[in-house]
């Protein structure tokens, strides 16, 4: 074994509200929503200075088709993006946003919903005992600091506060714990006329498709605007480890000033780097064991749940781990996600949402996109306010009550006819 200290000291309390939800992406920001709308105090903690996780801070600023646009990701598009908004629930729409924009309507959202937001504020560590969470250690600008709850929502995508309590936990691939490689997102303006280029030293030039890290073109560009948004830079890695991220930050940026000068050469010769995301994407990282994992046979015969809290038919899509330049893409034709994905094996008072959920490592790369992961959140927040309310745990929340809670704040789950369960 290396090394280890022990490090014990007195950490003030510095809040408490009824729900502590850690992580202020999609999940986390729907499951603020979904626990206040249930009339409960909510404390959202998010170790930067921005909401919307990967859709703001990491530049992924379109969303994936899922079929079911409903409950709070219906909202938003509404509120946001009405000119994308379907007249039904089952027709899917993928969005170009503005991160700048959502980073805004979400710090806005957040003050009307009365949830209170606290930035740069990292989840450190845990309080608890026989079986329940008490509070959690918080890294902040006035050092360490508790937070009290009565139930807990792990937002944070890599599971990180269910892996600090010690809930089983597995990372991606079942053969060989490869997960997803990693991806820094950026955009281009088209400036109408011919931009200077510009390689910095140690960036390859690219000379053709095949050269480049995915093997292929992959952008977007919002019609209206000239402002294109660009998902090609890969670097294979796990995205909660530190040697990997270590080298994968400089890798990514090397990578955007070859793709751009590429660019510039091929067909973009006006478009110029406009914004490179804050940190480097992470796609995949750690999957807590829960009480029932989604595996890819529940994605490929479209199984429905009794506790089904999330609709999808979003692709597998899995870029290859290995440091391939390929990606698998698979149609599938909508599956239900069970509540229980978001129920870990351990602690009562606990609930993961988002693409930390119980699931493989097949099933996880079609569930994560951001439309589910806000569906997940909305009915974890709602949830675990029901927990508090019926003074159960998380695990024994009664499921048709959950989903008359749900279908009051707006939540429309598609029941098919038959039903192969
Ligand atoms: C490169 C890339 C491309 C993608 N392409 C698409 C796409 O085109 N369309 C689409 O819909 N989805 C896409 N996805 C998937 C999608 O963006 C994510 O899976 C989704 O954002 C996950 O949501 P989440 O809320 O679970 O986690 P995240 O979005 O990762 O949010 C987690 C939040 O928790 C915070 N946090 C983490 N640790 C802590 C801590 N210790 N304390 C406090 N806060 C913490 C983070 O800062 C972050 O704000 C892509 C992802 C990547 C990486």
Redesign the pocket.
Known sequence: MSAAYSYKRQIPVYDSADVIV???????TAAAIGAARSGKRVIL????GQ?????T??N?S???PIGNVTGIYREFIAEMLDSALPPGHDQSIAPQFSPFVLRHYLNEKMRKEGVETFFH????GTVAGDGAVEAVIVSTREGLQAIRGLRFID????A?MAIELGVPFTSGRESDGMTQP??L?FMMQNTGKPVRRYLPEGCPAYRSVDELPQGRHLFWEQNDDGMLLV?MTRVKGHGARIADVNAAEPEALRQVFSIVDYLQRNGFENYALSHVAGQT???ETNQIQGLYTLTESDLTNGRRFEDVVAQTNYEIDIHSPDGHRTTDERHVDGYDIPYRCMVPVAFGNLLV????ISATHVAMSSM????T?YAL?QAAGIAASLSIDRACECRDVPIDELHLAMAAQNVRLWKPEHPHR
């Open positions: 850690v992580g202020g992406g999609p999940a986390g903690l998010e170790k930067s909401l919307g996780g990967m859709g801070l990491g992924v379109i969303f994936m504020a990292e989840f450190v937002c944070t995508g890599d990180r990693m991806t997102m998902n994407g992470v796609r949402a988002g693409r930390a994560r996109v951001q439309a992961c959140g």
